[in-house]
């Protein structure tokens, strides 16, 4: 049994600390709370390292041909082309798949990208809405959860974030700009900013346990005095204004409940990293930097066990994203656009798309420099890079260009290249949340999930 | 919603349906409006405000009101998550929800707020912070501010409370930090409560507001901030409860320099000046182009707009016609003219063959360009929405909707020809190109070219379908001005000052409200101090439905 100590644990008195017993039973200290934590946590040690999984998301689609995408040869032997060269030290760390179709995205309400966007993680379709789409229909968001968060559900409670949401240049606030979802209509925003996320993320990391104790002590007592002004004041307002008020308070209340939560597991390797840069974060020109300061810090949020559930959101749905800094002149989503034959606008794609598989393997390999139990903590992740398209010039969605990488603690079987045929995303959306054992028989629109996970995964 | 107007017959002949939702809606408001209403009668005498939704603060407005409430500049507002917009603005109070997130954000803003208030406690506090009397004292007042309005006798016992019981187990300063953070946090200060006035019930479909609710709201629509202290003493007052003075403290407030950064709020989004700021130019095509000018095209932009509306008593006309600009010694330099030195901002006179109000300025045009050319389709378009209020719908998904690539033997105009005489693509785009083209003189950096690489530019164009008898026209300064004669121009202003003022779409019951606003609009030659001023005198503004509680 490990001799770490989780830090609610030392608050409630281990560690020596000395705080009044009102703060006390302010941070939830019951008398048994202790012995509690700490049985929980041995549990979690016996299991061997936490799990965790990540989504990086790219949109727009990939290479109209997929001549430069698609790898070659069969299974377990095969080669790697123009994108996906960046994996090539990583062949035997991942699954690259072809025929995964987004079938779910055929149905209900939006444009194609809108759809696209928000049934990638949730395998359900749009809520109508308010946000423009083509042949002057609206859409609304997600009518779902997506899958990083009911893993979250899962393996998040114990962290101090059940999952953080990073992004880079992703502008707007509408179904395109969002891949993850709490529940249905609850799209959960992002940040662009990794000196903000550096602040929330790792801000009281290694300060003072004292200090973090009544910092705790007095959020609680705050928080609680504000959640009694929400009372008093709800009932004085009319239904809407209500429920808008209600909603608030829930927020307060996941918040107030885990203020104590914190590492249970921290990796050796686990150490603050230095505040990011004063860079401006939405200057085109800056991506590759923002996106690697991004990359960083979520990666130490996972050696840290502050989160075992991330995105990262390169861009947006739809985007026209100039890549200026590939010398390439043309904005993303009109270039996506070009008919097949153009093999002008198909190298630039080609150029566009190895860019982003470069921050995709730059996250594989940060990953597996951090070693965990006899392998790095790659093995113990899952790793999804998806895209809301598939071909771009047509808004194809019946062969998905996305890859997963990682072994997520022994339920995946890397090192293949898996070829379907109009198999729905929703099989492979479920076979993620078996991997972190979900039971579940099916996940988002069961109509697309006939025959259940995919069997060849393991 | 009224916004969803009309386009979708418009945009027809080609790929565009009928649009069954949006006639319907359209339906709709037409029943809400009283029967037989027509622009002379829809003012029956009869008070109608319209609906009043409780409105959160936004981050602006945050940031603003911690800035007037404690004297902290910091900011952290912008910092915090996006609410988004809708209609056009992201003040409406639809999407002002608060997430999980953005629960967190407030909560390490108001810790952050609090321990830089209390760096000098005796200050903050005004006497011995650890006497209860003391204690009394300062949330009262704070509270009074923070509010919005003075505290109740439970609010601030419990306040008070609070403070003595964390003094007992925490310290002074810490005690009077966690107060102010509880307030802070609270609904009360981050939402813009409203019951109405308990003094009266003269109708039961609408109460007058409480003078303390009148001076957030007059200081919300002018400031984005909180009462002053000449607000909060009105209200202490009483002298907030008829229309007239109601318009003196708006007569007053809008001479006060925080009206400023309204008028810019407003006109960045109504004209999409944030985009100015992610402009990419090929260098190739413009090597003239540096990112570091980008900050001062949205500044001119700017500089113009606060001027001439609230220095100048400019008018709409201004705005769409002028023959004047704001610029500094650099950005002069950069359309080749002369006059302002340093960092000054100077009035400089145009070419008026050359000019049309923010409608030429570069980075207007700019932000609706291609990175390597103009782009006649994106131009028309904004004015076609946002001038016009006619919202377009976005290409159908299998077009190919990439620019036509450049070639030197061609011009814009004959590269964009398909858009005119393909019928898949006309039924919307000659709501479009026909006016972006009148711009062809300006490149995609939105500086005047006489020809295009030698070959002869043609800048006339059309406004079709809209309230202008002779649609033809030739430049940009042509259309400008057939825009300014346009009552369609001057009501859809109307309706987007309408909508960013009470952070919501205009119904059925605001008829009047709205009309009024359009009399006046017009009756002043389009002043828009005027119109914003008689906001303040609208039902929409002066009462609130009653029956908050169900």
Known sequence: ?458 | MVAAAAIAAACQGGHIGENEKQNENEKQNEKQKPPGATQASVCTGEISPGPSPLRRLTNREYDNTVRDLLGDATAPGRAFAEAGEALGFDNNADILNVSELLAEQYMHAAETLAQNATADLPKLVGCDPNDDGCIRGFVQRFGTRAFRRPLAQGELDHLVAFNHENRAITDTRTAVQMTVQAMLQSPRFLYRVELGAPRAAPSDTWVPLSDWEMASRLSYLVWGSMPDDKLFAAAAAGALRTKEQVLAQAERMIKDPKARDMVVDFHDQWLHLAEIDTIDKNTTVYPDYRPEVRPLWRRETEEFVTRTVLDENGTLTTLLTANHTYLNAELAAFYGLSGPTGDTWTKVALDPARSAGFLTHAGHLAALSKPNQSSPVHRGKFIREQVLCQPLPPPPPNVDVTPPELDPKLTTRERFAEHSTNPMCKGCHHLMDPMGLGFEHYDGMGKWRNDEGGLAIDDSGRVEDADIADPAFRGAAALAAKLASSTQVQNCVTSQWFRYAFGRAETGADACSLQRLRDRFGATGGNVKALILAITQTDAFLVRPSGGKP
């Open chain 1, 1 to 458: 049994m490990s001799k770490r100590l989780d830090r609610r644990t030392m608050l409630c008195g281990l560690g020596g600390i000395t705080i009044g017993l009102p703060l006390l039973e302010a941070m939830g200290c019951s008398q048994d709370s202790p012995r509690e934590v700490a049985g929980k946590n041995a549990a979690a040690t016996d299991k061997g390292p936490p799990k965790r999984f990540v989504a990086m998301f790219s949109a727009n689609g990939t290479e109209n041909t997929y001549a430069t995408w698609s790898p070659t040869g069969s299974e377990t032997d095969f080669t790697l082309h123009e994108i996906l060269s960046p994996l090539e030290p990583h062949k035997k760390d991942i699954l690259v798949f072809s025929g995964i179709a987004n079938e779910v995205s055929y149905g209900g309400p939006g444009d194609a990208h809108q759809r696209g966007m928000g049934t990638m993680l949730t395998g359900r379709t749009l809520l109508e809405g308010t946000f423009p789409g083509n042949e002057g229909q609206t859409a609304g968001y997600a009518s779902g959860v997506s899958v990083d968060q009911e893993i979250a559900s899962k393996i998040g409670a114990t962290t101090k974030f059940p999952s953080l949401e990073y992004s880079v240049q992703n502008n707007g606030v509408t179904v395109y700009a969002r891949m993850s979802y709490k529940a249905s209509n609850q799209p959960l925003p992002p940040e662009n900013n990794p000196a903000a996320m550096f602040t929330r993320v790792f801000g009281d990391l290694d300060a003072d346990k004292g200090a973090i104790a009544r910092t705790i002590a007095q959020r609680k007592s705050v928080l609680d005095a504000v959640l009694s002004d929400f009372g008093a004041l709800s009932g004085k307002l009319g239904g809407a204004d209500r429920a808008r008020l209600e909603r608030h308070a829930e927020s307060i209340r996941s918040i107030e409940s885990r203020l104590g939560t914190v590492a249970t597991s921290a990796n050796a390797q686990c150490r603050k990293p230095g505040a990011p840069p004063t860079l401006a974060f939405m200057e085109p020109a800056n991506f590759p930097q923002i996106a690697k300061l991004q990359i960083d810090l979520l990666v130490m949020a996972l050696t840290c066990d502050l989160t075992r559930v991330s995105t990262l959101q390169l861009v947006r749905a739809n985007n026209n994203f100039v890549f200026g800094f590939l010398g390439i002149p043309d904005p993303h989503h009109d270039l996506s656009h070009h008919g097949d034959s153009d093999a002008v606008a198909n190298q630039k794609l080609a150029k566009i798309n190895n860019w982003f598989c470069q921050q995709y393997a730059y996250l594989i390999a940060s990953l597996k420099a951090i070693p965990e139990g006899a392998g790095s903590m790659l093995d113990n992740t899952a790793l999804l890079w998806c895209n809301e398209q598939g071909k771009g010039n047509n808004h194809a969605r019946k062969s998905m260009p996305w890859v997963l990488a990682g072994k997520a603690g022994g339920a995946f079987r890397t090192g293949r290249f898996l070829r379907y045929e109009g198999v729905p995303h929703n099989r492979l959306l479920l076979s993620l949340l078996h991997a972190y054992g979900v039971e579940a028989d099916t996940f988002g629109d069961p109509a697309f999930c006939k025959g259940g996970a995919l069997g060849n995964l393991a």
